[in-house]
């Protein structure tokens, strides 16, 4: 996900890109049409302004019931990239702050895209329910649930619950 912006005119411009989980290196993910990227960059001065939206269809496991999932994720973020002569000098620390020499041939949003994306995957993966109703797998909630509180049952204990 190179953007060249050496000769690069000052204004707006628009990128589109579409890349696979695994392109940013996550292997454990799965998609349904890949990951699409748009990118508005906007340069002026002595700096550019990107904004980039990302959006994809993954699959995961549901952490309730175990079946598969597919969930929408999507997020926008800004980074600017400043140029600067003394590279060394920077003190500033913002993590969508990247300073650059006025040589710079291209940016690479590849890694800022990927973390991006690992931050926007939700921690627990289930899907949206309605009045205690899973919408995935039409199941009840509170029966899913007390069937995993059955099953949880140390065989240490066990012993001491049959006297």
């Known amino acids: 996900m190179k953007i ?5 005119s000052d204004g707006k411009h628009n990128y589109e890109f579409c890349e696979t989980p695994d392109f940013f290196d996550l292997h454990d993910c799965k998609t349904e049409g890949g990951i699409k990227i748009k990118v508005e960059l906007l340069k002026y001065g002595g700096q550019l302004q990107s904004k980039i939206f990302f959006r994809g269809d ?18 926008t973020f800004e980074v600017i990239y400043k140029y600067s002569t003394r590279l060394e000098e ?21 890694d800022i895209v990927r973390e991006y994306i ?6 627990r993966k289930v899907p949206p329910e309605k009045d205690g109703v899973c919408l995935e797998c039409n199941l009840k909630i509170d029966e899913i649930l007390e069937s995993e509180k059955k099953n ?12």
């Open 4 to 8: 060249i912006i050496s000769n690069l």
């Open 58 to 75: 993954f699959f995961f496991d549901c952490d309730r019931c175990t079946k598969y999932i597919k969930m929408e994720i999507s997020n």
């Open 90 to 110: 920077t003190d500033i620390k913002d993590e969508n702050l990247f300073f650059i020499t006025p040589e710079t041939n291209h940016i690479n949003l590849k």
């Open 118 to 123: 690992l931050l926007s995957i939700p921690m």
């Open 152 to 163: 949880e049952i140390n065989p240490i204990w066990e012993k001491l619950l049959n006297k």
